[in-house]
């Protein structure tokens, strides 16, 4: 049986003059994955730019519980944006209050050793 998995990152959904379409496209992403029956997301890193405002969290925040509702999440910091210095705060208190199917690790080292527990 084959493991479908969607993989994306570097969306740098920013608060401007294109914050519409960059949030339409990330809305078509996670409609098509699930539409596909992924088995699980991957998402790695630069959620944004800088430091997130309150509407692209609560972007981010609606599609990751989107995803997790359907399939495991598994979200990566990445090289700048809102997730670096565990800034992921926000998005850790959308997985205790919506989902269980949402694992953030803010640093590659934690991949690997979340890996190694795993298999």
């Known amino acids: 049986m084959p493991l479908r998995f ?3 990152g570097d ?6 003059r294109y914050f519409a379409d960059t949030a339409q496209c990330l809305e078509w992403f996670v409609a098509d994955a699930i ?9 790695d890193g630069d959620l ?8 692209e969290r609560n972007t981010w925040v609606d599609m990751l519980v989107e995803m997790a509702n359907h399939a495991p999440v598994i979200l990566i910091a990445g090289n700048h944006g809102a997730e670096l210095e565990g800034d992921l705060y926000v998005f850790g208190r959308a997985k205790e209050l919506r989902t269980n ?3 953030i690790l803010n640093r590659c080292d934690k991949l690997f050793a979340w890996d190694r527990r795993n298999s």
Request: charged content about 25%; glycine content about 0%.
């Open 101 to 103: 199917n949402l694992h």
């Open 35 to 43: 539409r596909a029956s992924v088995d699980f997301f991957v998402i």
């Open 11 to 16: 969306f740098h959904l920013d608060e401007d």
């Open 6 to 8: 969607c993989h994306a």
């Open 48 to 55: 944004t730019t800088y430091k997130a405002t309150i509407k």
